[in-house]
């Protein structure tokens, strides 16, 4: 396997630059000044005899597979002089025992190979250096996702590292249409950047857009993988919550975008991927949709999207409703409050707003000896002992437990707090101005769903607008699998 079918486009990017020459002390020179194999210890380099010929060998420590180096440097120290090719083409066609050989003759492509974890072998009258990818990168055990669980389906989950990411998409999807291709964006941090999708289906102008602006990404490193790579891509609107962007850390999630036509965009030391274009539909639907038969799938679809709705207008109504008691019918009065509270109702709902984001970082945060003692204080102080005090109302906790609750239907973290922003907007709007900011506070929300653009540039709610019915139907049911063209 040739690596520039690995590397593509990334080795473009670097291609220019100046070229070695045949002279292997100028080489080891070269890479003595740029690498500094005296400073750094982990950037190994050995002189050999190979053939009768003065060699050099440099690798990064930690990255090569030393059980297969060592065979291979027994090999090739064992060559003899009349058994040594002419040529560095020669020599990786027919003197190097392994398969992933390539040569390169520009130094920025083999110091990117060498950092990449690439072995490099350098021979006294060779124009090229020979590139071995022997390379190994430390990595966890594929196991199912913390997050994105399912009920049924596959248990595997993405690692951090690319090229395991790639092989569980290539295992799922077995055409010659799926395209891996590999770019980088970072000055210092090269982070390797895969765009994968399939070519017959994909839309060919927005990848040409997508390609362009990771091209034109002027940052020095992308430290927060990821989302560092989102904000580049997507400056504008940044004031809007609404997620731009889907991640998933399914291999079944991703193959299925890929196969529908969408890019999905793996970052190396990521165990996620970023699925492009992305609409509010594609971001509520989940795995188990599809794990479960039509009729169920679709109940589950529309029990979200229902959910979804209520954590964001629960709270807001039932404080316009304590504000104007006499819009509550008679067969409803129950859900008035049973005793007078001490504190306005937005103050209360603004505290548990902050105080459950609170107990979500100290979640995170707990080590796992002591998440049941902290689960027992909350339950506690935050339960019983708040309401017996006085801070709280009864009634204001028990809303307020539902829409923390069922922030957790949708796996989604950005649009939940999406919904958090616009809730806590709707709710100070209300206090205020009574109606008119509850009103205004929903056609706020409307417009910043509508207004919300993908990556692409369309849409954020289509098929709504632009309307069209049998997409609607798609996304709000989920029906069977459509047939295979022939």
């Known amino acids: 396997m040739n690596n520039d079918n690995l590397q593509g486009s990334n080795q473009k990017k670097q291609g220019g630059g100046q070229k070695m020459t045949t002279s292997l002390q100028e080489s080891m020179s070269y890479m003595k000044e740029h690498m500094a194999p005296d400073v750094s210890f982990d950037v190994v380099y050995r002189v050999i005899d190979v053939g009768g010929k003065q060699a050099c060998i440099y690798f990064i420590d930690g990255f090569c597979k030393d059980e297969l180096m060592m065979k291979i440097l027994q090999y090739f120290i064992s060559l003899k002089p009349e058994d040594m090719p002419e040529s560095a083409y020669e020599m990786a066609k027919k003197a190097t025992p392994y398969v992933e050989v390539d040569l390169k003759d520009k130094w920025d492509d083999i ?8 072995f490099a072998l350098f021979i006294d009258g060779y124009d090229r250096c020979v590139l071995i990818d022997s390379r190994t990168y430390p990595a966890r055990s594929v196991s199912e996702p913390d997050k994105d669980k399912t009920l049924r389906g596959s248990k595997d989950g993405f690692v951090e590292t690319v090229v395991f990411n790639t092989a569980l998409i290539r295992r799922r999807i077995r055409s010659t249409e799926l395209r891996m291709e590999m770019m980088n964006a970072g000055k210092s941090s090269q982070t390797d950047i895969v765009l994968c999708y399939m070519d017959n289906r994909v839309d060919h102008g927005f990848l040409e857009k997508v390609k362009k602006r990771i091209e034109n990404i002027k940052v020095d490193a992308l430290t927060m993988n990821q989302e560092s790579l989102a904000e580049c891509l997507y400056q504008r609107m940044w004031f809007n919550p609404f ?36 609409s509010i539909f594609d971001i509520v639907e989940e795995a188990d949709d599809y794990y479960f038969p039509p009729v169920t799938g679709t109940y589950l679809r529309l029990t979200r999207f229902l959910i979804s709705i209520l954590t964001y207008i629960m709270t807001p109504t039932f404080l316009l409703l304590m504000q104007n008691p006499q819009w509550v019918p008679e067969s409803f009065q129950f859900i008035m409050l049973q005793e007078e509270s001490n504190i306005p109702l937005i103050a209360q709902f603004l505290i548990l707003e902050l105080a459950i984001d609170g107990l979500k970082l100290a979640a995170v945060n707990t080590p796992n000896m002591l998440s049941t003692p902290l689960s027992v204080m909350a339950a506690l102080v935050l339960g019983e002992f708040s309401v017996n005090s006085g801070w709280f109302n009864s009634e204001v906790m028990l809303y307020m437990a ?37 009103v205004g506070a929903i056609i706020f929300f409307l417009l910043a769903i509508v207004c919300n653009k993908t990556l692409s540039d369309k849409s954020y709610i289509y098929p709504v607008l632009p309307f069209n019915f049998r997409q609607l139907t798609k996304r709000l049911l989920r029906l069977r699998l459509p047939e295979a063209k022939q």
């Open 402 to 438: 539902f829409v923390a609750i069922a922030n957790y239907t949708q796996q989604n973290y950005e649009l939940g707090y999406a919904l958090k922003f616009m809730r806590i907007i709707n709710l100070i709007l209300t206090a205020i101005f009574g109606i008119y900011g509850y």
């Open 243 to 278: 997620p731009k962007f889907k991640f998933t850390e399914r291999p079944d999630v991703a193959a299925a975008q890929v196969l529908e036509g969408d890019i999905v965009i793996l970052v190396d030391n990521s165990p996620s991927a970023m699925i492009v274009p992305t």
């Open 111 to 118: 110091i990117y190979n060498i950092l990449s974890g690439v």
